[in-house]
């Protein structure tokens, strides 16, 4: 995180979610989409329904990961086992473990959830923070913008790439088990 882009600190920015936390913002996505769509009422209730339960069970499995695992996030590392004294991140490192990365497993399930609902192939532009001036974000998938927020975690120097990748998985994976389990009458 010391010799970014302009383009991967405008990510790591964008997707620190400052003022707010992910799940907002991924409510945030979940009401453009809904608003491009403007589907049935029935519809859009099944989508808020199955992707917060999606949200909320993909930063479960997450935190009980970090704390079962408990590794040291990439400061620690860098400062004491590199010898680099004065390295620091792009903004703060959040207060607990590593691995895996929350921003990434909640992508990974919201995508799952989303592309399950819209398709694989869903053209995208998040203006979530269009409110702050932030460039909004246009994608071509729900899978990439998931990698695209795993990465942000990766550019601001808070996760390492295993853990937004393997974050990322736990997501999809959580979603798919919501969506072989969990029925809706009207599906």
């Known amino acids: 995180s010391q010799a970014l882009t302009p383009e991967q600190t405008a990510t790591a920015v964008y997707y620190r979610d400052n003022p707010g936390f992910?799940?907002?913002?991924?409510?945030?996505?979940?009401?453009?989409?809904?608003?491009?769509?403007?589907?049935?009422?029935?519809?859009?209730?099944?989508?808020?329904?199955?992707?917060?339960?999606?949200?909320?069970?993909?930063?479960?499995?997450?935190?009980?990961?970090?704390?079962?695992?408990?590794?040291?996030r990439p400061i620690t590392y860098i400062r004491n086992v590199l010898g680099h004294a004065t390295w620091n991140p792009l903004f703060p490192t959040p207060n607990f473990p590593e691995w895996t990365s929350g921003h990434a497993a909640i992508a990974g399930a919201v995508a799952e959830t989303l592309t399950g609902l819209f398709g694989n192939n869903y053209h995208l532009t998040n203006h979530t923070y269009d409110y702050l001036g932030m460039a909004p974000r246009t994608y071509t998938s729900f899978y990439g913008m998931a990698q695209d927020i795993g990465d942000s975690r990766v550019y601001a120097g808070i996760h390492n790439t295993q853990s937004c990748a393997e974050g990322r998985i736990q997501g999809i994976k959580i979603a798919q088990n919501i969506n072989s389990m969990l029925k809706f009458l009207k599906e």
């Open 22 to 72: 992910g799940g907002g913002h991924y409510l945030s996505i979940i009401k453009q989409v809904l608003e491009q769509e403007n589907p049935q009422l029935d519809f859009t209730a099944i989508v808020f329904a199955k992707a917060s339960i999606a949200i909320i069970d993909a930063g479960i499995g997450c935190w009980k990961t970090k704390y079962t695992y408990n590794l040291e």
